[in-house]
């Protein structure tokens, strides 16, 4: 777990040198006429809503599973999933209706960039939840007694989350 | 043996005061800049050679006074450490750098790196379409703070040369052409990728960096032909993006500036 | 979390076989020898590359390569040397030999990360310098600078992009196994302040590996987009910023310094107190030194950028910094002095190595705090003075400690002694091609010669065919060690399990030692360094 926690701030450097360049970008180089940095804010912050309550449904299921109902520990664990997909399909809706490509200008790019790879760490946790659910079914690896992997996949998402808040705040927000 | 101690210590200050004063290593001042930038190196040098010399003459006498005799299988004294000579070797490095730093930034002042550009505030570019406007620009080394330039030249570096531009005269040149003790700011953008324009005997040295315009200031007061030095790998003619910047006394700068000016059209 | 203590010794592959150490083997001292025998491999080929540099510069024309191939040359001799053999040697291969002995653990805490970091590594290399032969290698220098880097040809830039994401992923699940190793694996009883000194440099290091590598991946895959997608983050051409690049890859690349250079002070850590026999001075302030040295090598980075446009405040606030860097630095070469004084000193080629890291590195550091200094580095910045500094910093100081580390372990590791006058040799023949060949390169930088150029003013001819003749000098060295290692390998004096009479754990067992360390259990060194404190048998 402690290892898993060292990944994470690994995993988070990496956000904030992509942060660190996004905010020196805005500083010093001003967009090319025509490039904006205001974006729609109604289908992001549903996306936020959708993933902070993802964190509460994960944190649900392991009760559940401490508890000893792997029926309940398995229900909010899909429910956990749908709620990231559900992030995932609105993330791939708003990139569709953005008046710009990845190429138009350096915001462009750096938004891209930016909500794609923490949209590649969304995918990941949806797959890994995916995962998690099918060894907490009964007679699977992840039970009450063993729930290392459960834990693991809690803390990832939570991590993912955190991370989108932040970014919500620096991208949509400032 | 304290007085040992102390002859060898005063000795060791004597010695590297000696190298560090007498060493010429550097190529010709021939910049205001120059002999600030001599002295900072001579200061550098002497602490550097007493530093150097004290702690290899101490490694070299332990490993000569110490030394394992044949047959010996014993152990060194079990001596664990000792605070108060920590506390002093934390002390003295910490006391030395901070001459140092202090002296350093005495000697940027003096060479006035520390003048308030333009504009300084974080990291203010100018639209690259539009490098003259002098609002916003990054500064290199100027000689002299807040006095303005009695020559302007604007260059821009590109793969694989320098070309000099005179707004005054309209003279376009490979090769810079400045009249002695005056001041001269080079206003610099580069068209393709990273370069650097470096005088070794004027001691300065600026990037030239595409889509940010910088400005480098210098007054030569030795005339005669320097190189004039691409020091940012650039691509495969890196090696000999070079051209030379002549220094001229005032009268023969004249004079070649008439002879190159064209005629208004 | 110790999965393979709990495997016996027969389920382990290819046990006993020196096939084991071709395979995905979970055993920490193979997997330490793995990053070793391919780091020195690594290490020839950047030699080579280096020698081609040197053949070059030892006339003042460009007539040996094509400037283009010498580019090549330049970039893949300063990214192998970096990233496939210091990095890896001095983190990987020791790192792995030695931390479990010091913790008393009987593996790494994730021995399956181990070898999956390890096999990252041949292919990341492979692929390095078949880039060369695949439609050229990266020409942009081990910086990769854009704009240029976006202008150079785009394959082996990528190759080159692809490879050091590889090796910084190696790098980075390599430090988290050290930290989980070193503080959650110590045997029961063994506090953080009786860990043998390199554990803390370890663990230093692998702290600023995982803060420092991501930035760099995050970087280094913006850099691709460049290339592939072209967007525009440091292409000033499309309104992107190329300082911005060089802000981020310094933020990793000079930590990567202090990964290179950290570890070798735990190694000479390790290797003074043995050979005078003495206990390591001041071991408390040894400790802290090497935090605060993390701590202000993760502020420092732009001082590599003092001709890059930065400000005048960033500028002060870096050479300051950078300064201070200083001063545990020298706590730490006072306390090695001390170390020495009083002491029993038998001068074998291990501590030679040793004492030559001392002189290179005091050198090496005097010009570092020099270049700290902005007016100093305004004028010597991207010259030959900084690739002497450089040289003086990571050949002289952890390069000669990885073969004092050689020269230490390798009874340990192949249970025989390495040929003393043969060592002898290779020690004079590579301090004396070192300073021939690093030495004049100062000189050469504050006079007027730009680092990274294949052609130089014929003022310059006489330095530089010195310095061509000591890298001569240091290539031959390397035949001698080559014997050596292979001669003693069959022929060598039988070590025994403790030929140094030393006291740090991985003495205490049998030499090579057993599958898991020990064939009892972890004994407890509560002294690591306790020379003329404990009993040591003769």
């Known amino acids: 777990m402690f290892g898993l926690v060292l990944f994470l701030v690994g995993d988070g450097m990496t956000f904030a040198g992509l942060f660190a360049a996004y905010l020196t970008f805005r500083a010093v180089n001003p967009l090319p006429s025509g490039g904006v940095y205001d974006l729609e804010l109604l289908l992001p912050t549903i996306n936020t809503a959708l993933l902070v309550i993802s964190s509460f449904t994960f944190h649900r299921a392991a009760r559940q599973l401490r508890q000893g109902s792997g029926f309940g520990c398995r229900l909010w664990l899909l429910i956990t999933a749908a709620l990231g997909a559900a992030f995932l399909a609105s993330q791939m809706l708003e990139y569709f209706k953005l008046p710009f490509g990845l190429t138009a200008n350096l915001f462009a790019s750096t938004f891209y960039v930016l909500t794609g790879f923490h949209g590649l760490h969304v995918t990941l946790g949806v797959l890994m939840i995916l995962i998690v659910w099918w060894q907490a079914r009964a007679g699977g690896s992840i039970n009450r007694e063993s729930h290392f992997g459960l834990e693991a996949a809690e803390l990832y998402w939570h991590f993912v989350d955190g991370i989108w808040v932040v970014l919500f705040g620096i991208i949509y927000l400032l | ?265 | 979390m110790e999965s393979t203590s709990e495997l016996p010794v027969s389920l382990i592959p290819n046990h006993g076989s020196w096939l084991r150490y071709l395979s995905f083997s979970l055993d920490h001292k193979v997997v330490g020898i793995q990053y070793l025998v391919t780091g020195f491999l690594f290490y020839l080929v950047g030699g080579v590359l280096a020698g081609m540099i040197r053949t070059e510069l030892a006339t003042p024309i460009s007539d040996y390569l094509s400037r283009e191939v010498y580019n090549e040359v330049l970039t893949m001799h300063g990214t192998i040397m970096i990233f496939l053999w210091i990095v890896p040697v001095v983190n990987g291969a020791f790192g792995n030999y030695l931390i479990p002995f010091y913790v008393g653990a009987r593996d790494m805490a994730f021995p399956r990360l181990n070898a999956v970091a390890f096999w990252m590594i041949p292919p990341a290399g492979l692929l390095l310098i078949a880039s060369f032969f695949i439609g050229g290698a990266s020409q942009s220098g081990w910086t990769a600078y854009p704009p240029l880097s976006l202008r150079t040809p785009a394959l082996g830039q990528l190759i080159w992009i692809f490879s050091v994401l590889l090796l910084g992923g190696s790098s980075i699940l390599g430090g988290i196994n050290f930290i989980v190793t070193i503080l959650k694996l110590r045997r029961p009883g063994l506090k953080m302040m009786q860990l043998p000194m390199y554990c803390w440099a370890m663990l230093g290091t692998s702290i600023l590996v995982v803060l420092s590598t991501p930035v760099l991946a995050g970087t280094l895959v913006m850099l691709a987009f460049d290339i592939v997608a072209h967007t525009g983050f440091f292409n000033p051409a499309i309104g992107g910023n190329a300082v911005v690049y060089q802000h981020l890859f310094w933020f990793y690349s000079h930590p990567a310094v202090y990964i290179m250079v950290l570890p070798a002070f735990g190694l000479v850590s390790e290797i003074l107190p043995v050979h005078s026999r003495k206990p390591l001075f001041g071991y408390t302030t040894m400790v802290y030194s090497i935090l605060a040295i993390v701590f202000l090598g993760l502020i420092v980075w732009a001082h590599h950028m003092f001709t890059s446009g930065t400000p005048p405040w960033m500028r002060l606030f870096f050479t300051i910094a950078t300064s201070f860097i200083a001063v545990p630095t020298g706590i730490k070469f006072f306390n090695w002095l001390a170390t020495l004084w009083g002491g029993k000193i038998a001068l074998n080629s291990a501590m030679l190595f040793a004492c030559a890291f001392i002189v290179n590195f005091v050198l090496g550091g005097i010009t570092g705090v020099a270049l700290a200094q902005v007016p100093f580095d305004i004028h010597v910045h991207d010259t030959y003075f900084v690739v002497a500094h450089f040289h003086y910093i990571v050949y002289g100081g952890t390069v000669f400690i990885i073969f004092s580390s050689i020269y230490h372990w390798y009874p340990k590791i192949t249970g025989r002694m390495l040929n003393e006058p043969l060592g002898m040799l290779h020690f004079v023949l590579t301090f004396v091609g070192f300073n021939l060949c690093f030495g004049p390169q100062h000189w050469l930088g504050m006079n007027g010669m730009p680092r990274r150029v294949s052609e130089y003013d014929p003022q310059f001819t006489l330095m530089n065919q010195i310095s061509s003749v000591g890298a001569l000098l240091m290539a031959l060295s390397t035949l001698p060690f080559l014997i050596n290692v292979f001669h003693s390998a069959w022929r060598g004096r039988v070590a025994g399990n403790n030929p140094w009479r030393a006291l740090t754990p991985e003495w205490l067992t049998s030499s090579p030692p057993p599958v898991e360390n020990w064939n009892g259990p972890a004994p407890h060194v509560e002294h690591p360094y306790g020379y003329g404190l404990v009993e040591t048998t003769p």
């Open chain 2, 1 to 265: 043996m304290p007085s040992g101690h102390f002859l060898v210590s005063v000795g060791l200050i004597l010695l590297g005061l000696l190298v560090g004063q007498r060493v010429d290593m550097l190529p010709v001042q021939a910049s205001v800049n120059a002999p600030v930038y001599d002295e900072l190196f001579r200061v550098l040098f002497s602490i550097g050679t007493m530093l150097f010399l004290g702690i290899c003459g101490l490694l070299v006498y332990s490993l000569v006074r110490f030394r394992r005799q044949p047959g010996d299988f014993g152990d060194g004294a079990a001596i664990e450490g000792n605070l108060s000579l920590e506390i002093v070797w934390t002390a003295i490095p910490a006391v030395v750098v901070l001459f140092v730093g202090l002296y350093s930034y005495n000697i940027y002042e003096r060479m006035g790196g520390m003048a308030p550009l333009a504009d300084h505030s974080v990291m203010h570019a100018m639209p690259a379409t539009d490098p003259g406007s002098g609002d916003r620009v990054w500064g290199g080394i100027s000689t002299v703070s807040g006095e303005t330039a009695d020559l302007t030249v604007d260059v821009t570096a590109l793969q694989f040369a320098f070309i000099f531009h005179y707004p005054e005269g309209n003279i376009t040149t490979g090769e810079l052409h400045v009249p002695e003790g005056e001041r001269v700011e080079l206003r610099m953008k580069a068209n393709d990728v990273i370069h650097a324009f470096w005088v070794p005997q004027f001691r300065i040295k600026q990037d030239i960096i595409p889509g940010q315009p910088t400005v480098l200031t210098f007054t030569a007061n030795r005339p005669g032909t320097y190189p004039i030095i691409c020091a940012e790998l650039c691509g495969p003619y890196h090696g000999g993006m070079r051209t030379s910047v002549v220094v001229h006394d005032r009268g023969a700068f004249d004079q070649w500036l008439t002879k190159n000016t064209l005629p208004v059209a």
